[in-house]
């Protein structure tokens, strides 16, 4: 579910933004999933504003590895992937991938693969990664006009500088098949406008999806 932010999100690397939102963010892997020997996970904020989906990967890690500046191997460090539908339900994927902490853009990989060796920088989908005490945080944004009904994030950790190997794996769906592929949920201004046209002063009124899950809402019967 993405949250409405009622102000905007300044790309710095710096969360304190989203304190409006922040007990409701995702932790990966679950409770129930997580290792004993995995000391690498992440918490995840989604929230709209305006015309964009804004994204915080805060990851923690204790030995973050990132690109070398002369690598076009965009795999052999750690880095985040994400797949996405588009407003024509076509599966897209992208990549973050890094030599420094600072400004990035997002790359697309070539349709129907994963192969980093032929990736389309995409400067609409931009952000900063920003290396903090514990790993690192990873916030940006991804144009509304971007995105479909279905969303999934990856991160791949290495540890070792010799081998490059990836050492953790850590998804919240599976980004290889779009009917695997999490959904996600932007909240709609049209039902809100509707809504407030129907509220009252005692009243309270939800709009649920067949999921049961919340796509607008208004009034406060606790008034």
Do not use: C
């Not at 795999?75 to 539908?85: K, S």
């Not at 920088?121 to 945080?137: A, F, L």
């Not at 009917?179 to 809504?195: A, F, H, N, Q, R």
């Amino acid at each position: 579910y993405v949250y409405d932010l009622k102000n905007p999100i300044r790309l710095d690397g710096n969360n304190t933004d989203w304190a409006a939102i922040r007990d409701f963010k995702n932790s990966y892997p679950m409770p129930s999933e997580a290792r004993s020997d995995n000391s690498v996970h992440f918490n995840q904020l989604l929230g709209k504003y305006g015309d964009y989906l804004y994204v915080d990967i805060d990851v923690v890690d204790p030995s973050p590895i990132k690109r070398s500046p002369n690598n076009k191997q965009l795999t052999q460090n750690d880095h985040l992937i994400f797949a996405m539908t588009d407003n024509k339900g076509q599966l897209q994927r992208y990549i973050i991938s890094v030599t420094e902490d600072g400004w990035f853009n997002a790359y697309r990989y070539p349709k129907n693969t994963i192969n980093s060796q032929h990736v389309t920088r995409i400067k609409s989908i931009q952000g900063v990664w920003k290396t903090t005490q514990q790993g690192y945080n990873i916030e940006f944004r991804i144009p509304l006009s971007l995105l479909g009904e279905q969303l999934g994030f990856q991160l791949n950790t290495v540890s070792d500088l010799q081998t490059k190997a990836i050492t953790h794996q850590i998804s919240t769906s599976n980004l290889l098949d779009v009917t695997k592929l999490g959904s996600v949920l932007v909240p709609s201004p049209e039902i809100e406008k509707i809504l407030l046209a129907m509220s009252h002063t005692h009243s309270r009124l939800w709009v649920v999806d067949r999921h049961q899950r919340v796509i607008a809402r208004v009034g406060d019967i606790h008034q």
